[in-house]
Each structure stands twice: as structure tokens, then as C-alpha cells.
């Protein structure tokens, strides 16, 4: 999966004409700071301050790869209809950027990304739409905190 991700964005890359060393860059700068996370976090439990653009924050805990719970959780929907909120999980922010990375080169967005310096994870990423009048927003991930098993 992620070899035809990485081969998309290299056809992105040559077809839209950007210079190879920022799709690089990028990609290389994302790798470093997965590698860094899964290092440090493994597959401990752990919960992070989440907040989308001018959403109120939420807090999202993470008790195992994919198993998560946080103060949206009313709003999931069992099939009654309600709008369901997902909140990611640090693996799943790593996939979204990579997506994103495809996007910008494809002239759709522009994105920006900041990562912690220690544990890896994506501070900060900030979206711009540029075919949308009001197209931008910023994710912004803090206080993680690890927990005890």
C-alpha cells in the first residue's frame, strides 16, 4: 500500500513539473518523524488534545493501534442517523498527511506540516484549499501524554 502511495505521488511529482527534491523533502521529513513516533510510542496507550479549525478541543485517548475513545464519542452514530465524528489516531494523521502531500503536489492545496521534535507527531498542519474561497483550517494536535498499562 504504501509503495503505490509513495508511486503516485513520484507520477504527481513528474507530471505536474515540481522539483523532485521537494516531494523528497517532504516524504523524508514525514518518514523521519513516523520512524521517531513508533520508536518512542510503540504500541503504547497514550491521549492527545485535538482541535480541527474553529472546533471547541477535544481530547481523544488511545487505548490500543485503532482502538480509541474521546469527547466527541456522543456524537457517533449507532444507525440513528446523528453525524459521526471520527478522530484519528497518530498512525492515521501520518496517512493523512502522506494523502495530503499527493494533493499539494497535484496543485489542489497547500499544506504545511510541523512536527514535535522529540516524539515525531504532527504538531500542526495547516490546509489550504486553493479552488475554495474559504478553504483553510489548521489541525492542531498537543499535549500527548502517555499512560501506564
Not at 516524504?27 to 521517531?36: F, H, I, S, T, Y
Not at 485535538?50 to 474521546?70: F, I, K, M
Not at 440513528?80 to 496543485?107: N, S, Y
Request: glycine share 8%; net charge negative; proline share 5%.
Amino acid at each position: 500500500m504504501r509503495i503505490a502511495i509513495l508511486f503516485i505521488l513520484g507520477f504527481l511529482l513528474a507530471s505536474c513539473g515540481a522539483p523532485e527534491d521537494e516531494l523528497e523533502d517532504r516524504l523524508g521529513e514525514l518518514v523521519l518523524a513516523k520512524n521517531r513516533w513508533l520508536e518512542y510510542a510503540g504500541d503504547r496507550p497514550y491521549s492527545y488534545t485535538l482541535q480541527r479549525g474553529q472546533s471547541p478541543p477535544c481530547t481523544v485517548v488511545v487505548t490500543e493501534p485503532g482502538l480509541l475513545r474521546s469527547d466527541w464519542m456522543d456524537y457517533r452514530s449507532e444507525g440513528d442517523g446523528r453525524t459521526c465524528r471520527v478522530d484519528p489516531t497518530m498512525r492515521e494523521l501520518f496517512e493523512f498527511v502522506l494523502e495530503m502531500t499527493g494533493e499539494q503536489l497535484a496543485g489542489n492545496i497547500a499544506m504545511d506540516v510541523e512536527y514535535d521534535e522529540k516524539l515525531g507527531y504532527p504538531r500542526r498542519i495547516f490546509l489550504e484549499d486553493l479552488h475554495a474561497i474559504d478553504g483553510s483550517g489548521a489541525i492542531v494536535i498537543s499535549d500527548v501524554v502517555f499512560e501506564d498499562r
